[in-house]
Nanobody
Framework: QVQLVESGGGFVQPGGSLRLSCAAS????????MGWYRQAPGKERELVAR???????DYADFVKGRFTISRDNAKNTVYLQMNSLKPEDTAVYYC?????????????????WGQGTQVTVSS
């Protein structure tokens, strides 16, 4: 199977920056989409940004121009650079990917989640 481990969350003042990282490990054959979601208290989990292997990206409107997603395919790692953070960005941020594991039959894609990392934006 595939494991996702996030890092880089923390506490930051409004206007500040944080960089999240998520490394995938395990019996990986291939990873197609990697992305970040977030869930604030009392709200549903929502897409923040995602990136496919070729580098095509997709962002939620509320982060366009502030957040940048990138990916290191050699390291099976995805990053989220978050700038100009706002209090409403406070949430648990989850890494997500679609991957084919060597443990599964060829071409079978599963969706995986990380355990989440807390981001708190407050003065």
């Amino acid at each position: 199977q595939v494991q996702l481990v996030e890092s880089g969350g923390g506490f930051v003042q409004p206007g500040g920056s944080l960089r999240l990282s998520c490394a995938a490990s395990g019996n990986i054959f291939s990873i197609s989409v990697m992305g970040w979601y977030r869930q604030a208290p009392g709200k549903e989990r929502e897409l923040v940004a995602r990136i496919i292997g070729g580098g095509l990206t997709d962002y939620a409107d509320f982060v366009k121009g502030r957040f940048t997603i990138s990916r290191d395919n050699a390291k099976n790692t995805v990053y989220l650079q978050m700038n100009s953070l706002k209090p409403e960005d406070t949430a648990v941020y989850y890494c997500n990917c679609d991957a084919v594991s060597l443990s599964d039959r060829p071409g079978y894609t599963r969706n995986y989640w990380g355990q989440g990392t807390q981001v708190t934006v407050s003065s």
